[in-house]
């Protein structure tokens, strides 16, 4: 029955919109380690929209950069090709979100503005922390969910099972899931990322549903993933509006991972950057 659910899921994939010829590249390079930045500038620049995006981006208060910039290789000069493929990434990803057929109690605005922050605050603790592989944190932030979103999608009346047996209160998300369908929506996000032929390292990031490495030196990934995770729950960025706000102050995952004293600057750079771009998902 399982296997079944799972099947039934990741067959839906190739049904859903094709990627842009800008985002399939984006996406690749993720494992292309001799990506050059006048290539993803060039890529970019091919759809308009996505490039005024970027440049409106770029030329906001979040950077405060002197004079304008015109074009994206500039900011990618400016800003380096890391920073400018992300958050292309981001946008053409919540763009080809809203063309989706979700069940009819999904928000796609919620799911974006969840993917946003898990992203920046998993990029933010990359830069902070002893972490294997840290330039996937932004993409396994960012790609993190994407199974809840498949279900949604792809088992809708499984879906409500799961929706109605988290809104008795008695039960987290996750629970819920394993009840109703034997596994976790993380599970599901691997398969995906599995399909789409994403770095290992980030397929296996995203899945939060595994025992993670408590003192493990570098520590995995996925434990800066869920760390992430956990920190937009009590910020109050839930995956969905009817999501329970969990108990607890940011500040206490923060002591867990020992960045108390950094903890600050972290939040500090993370809502300038997270009011930037959640500006692009109305």
């Keep these: 029955m399982t296997h079944g659910i799972q099947e039934k899921a990741l067959g839906q994939l190739g049904k859903l919109p094709p990627f842009s010829p800008v985002l399939t590249r984006l996406m690749a390079s993720l494992a292309d380690e001799d990506v050059s930045f006048s290539e993803i500038a060039g890529c970019i620049e091919k759809d308009t929209v996505l490039a005024g995006n970027m440049l409106r ?7 405060g950069l002197r004079g304008t910039v015109n074009s994206v290789r500039h900011a990618v000069s400016l800003l380096g090709l890391s920073r400018i493929r992300n958050t292309a990434m981001s946008i053409s990803l919540g ?23 898990e992203a920046l605050m998993a990029d933010q603790l990359a830069q902070q922390l002893e972490v ?15 199974g809840l979103l498949l279900a949604a999608i792809a088992i809708q009346a499984e879906f409500e099972q799961v929706r109605v047996g988290y809104a008795d209160g008695t039960r987290s998300l996750e629970e819920c899931e394993w009840m109703y369908w034997g596994f976790s929506h993380t599970e599901l996000t691997g398969g995906i990322l599995r399909e789409w032929n994403l770095p290992k390292p980030i397929q296996a990031a995203v899945r939060t549903d ?22 937009s729950d009590r910020l109050a960025v839930p995956l969905q509006p009817w999501m329970r706000q969990p108990e607890g102050l940011p500040m206490e995952i923060f002591e867990e991972l020992r960045l108390e004293a950094k903890a600050e600057k972290i939040l500090e750079r993370f809502h300038a950057e997270f009011d930037a771009i959640r500006s692009f998902f109305h």
């Design 57 to 63: 981006l770029v030329n906001s208060a979040l950077y």
């Design 95 to 117: 763009q080809l979100y809203l063309k989706l057929n979700t069940h009819p109690q999904w928000s796609h605005r919620q799911f974006n503005m969840r993917s946003i922050s």
């Design 132 to 146: 294997d592989y840290p330039e996937g944190g932004f993409a396994a932030g960012l790609l993190h969910h994407l």
């Design 210 to 231: 595994l025992p993670i490495p408590a003192n493990a030196t570098p520590a995995p990934l996925s434990k800066l993933v869920l760390a992430a995770s956990r920190l």
